[in-house]
């Protein structure tokens, strides 16, 4: 017997988004099926079930979020998951960082599609002049230790990453350790059995803090 596929009122039913986060989520979905067809956002396999593999996947991290949070970088944005979904969802200042010219004009379809205001950095995560954010989100960009690197021009003391991983978390998280000092949680994908989200903060780097510590006193 088919499984029945996870609609848009599922969505509105597990989380509680108002009916006019909903419309905007919806506009958001369709540009997304319509580019799909020509350009490589998502796994085309993966369309039929939207809004459960894509969307209900990024809206689990509104939760988390801090309710005075207002800006949020995401990392490597892609089809807009997270990042695009959490502007939707209300995060005040999102900045959608893509490298890829047609992601990032898909990105700006959709937000205009969606309603929504964001800032698309059509760049180099690299390349990007730094600044503070109060969230760091990603999704299927990179290993943890990566993701840290890309993440460190827009950390700040109190800067808190989100990061919806898979079922090899113990290994990044193991590697991570090695380069970064950083207090992590981790919680349960509600969507996916084998994910994780993690969440990160006070990052800082091993080496770094090497180099910084007060040196023995001498004998």
Same mark, same amino acid.
């Given at each position: 017997?088919?499984?029945?596929?996870?609609?848009?009122?599922?969505f509105q039913t597990a989380t509680g988004v108002s009916r006019e986060t909903l419309?905007?989520? =919806?506009? %958001?979905?369709?540009?997304?099926?319509?580019?799909?067809?020509?350009?490589?956002l998502v796994a085309r396999s993966t369309i039929e079930d939207v809004w459960h593999?894509?969307?209900?996947?990024?809206?689990?991290? %509104?939760?988390?979020?801090?309710?005075?949070?207002?800006?949020?970088?995401?990392?490597?944005?892609?089809?807009?998951?997270?990042?695009?979904?959490?502007?939707?969802?209300?995060? *005040?200042?999102?900045?959608?960082?893509?490298?890829?010219? =047609?992601?990032?004009?898909?990105?700006?379809?959709?937000?205009?599609?969606?309603?929504?205001?964001?800032?698309?950095?059509?760049?180099?995560?690299?390349?990007?002049?730094?600044?503070?954010?109060?969230?760091?989100?990603?999704?299927?960009?990179?290993?943890?230790? =990566?993701l840290l690197s890309y993440a460190q021009p827009f950390t700040g003391p109190h800067?808190?990453? %989100? %990061?919806?991983?898979?079922?090899?978390?113990?290994?990044?998280?193991? =590697?991570?350790?090695?380069?970064?000092?950083?207090?992590?949680?981790?919680?349960?994908?509600?969507?996916? *059995?084998?994910?994780?989200?993690?969440?990160?903060?006070?990052?800082?780097?091993?080496?770094?803090?090497?180099?910084?510590?007060?040196?023995?006193?001498?004998?």
């Amino acid at each position: 017997m088919k499984q029945s596929v996870f609609t848009a009122d599922d969505f509105q039913t597990a989380t509680g988004v108002s009916r006019e986060t909903l419309i905007g989520l =919806k506009a %958001y979905v369709d540009t997304l099926i319509d580019w799909n067809s020509r350009v490589n956002l998502v796994a085309r396999s993966t369309i039929e079930d939207v809004w459960h593999r894509h969307v209900l996947d990024s809206a689990q991290l %509104y939760q988390f979020l801090p309710r005075d949070a207002s800006v949020l970088v995401d990392l490597g944005s892609g089809a807009g998951f997270p990042g695009l979904v959490l502007a939707i969802m209300g995060v *005040p200042e999102v900045h959608l960082i893509e490298s890829t010219g =047609k992601k990032a004009s898909f990105l700006r379809a959709a937000a205009d599609a969606a309603g929504v205001s964001v800032k698309i950095h059509n760049r180099r995560i690299e390349a990007l002049e730094p600044f503070t954010a109060d969230v760091i989100t990603a999704r299927a960009l990179a290993p943890l230790d =990566k993701l840290l690197s890309y993440a460190q021009p827009f950390t700040g003391p109190h800067t808190l990453h %989100y %990061y919806l991983k898979g079922q090899h978390v113990g290994d990044e998280l193991t =590697k991570a350790h090695k380069i970064w000092n950083m207090k992590v949680d981790r919680q349960s994908s509600s969507t996916d *059995p084998r994910g994780s989200v993690l969440s990160v903060r006070e990052v800082s780097s091993v080496q770094s803090d090497r180099i910084h510590s007060p040196s023995s006193p001498s004998v």
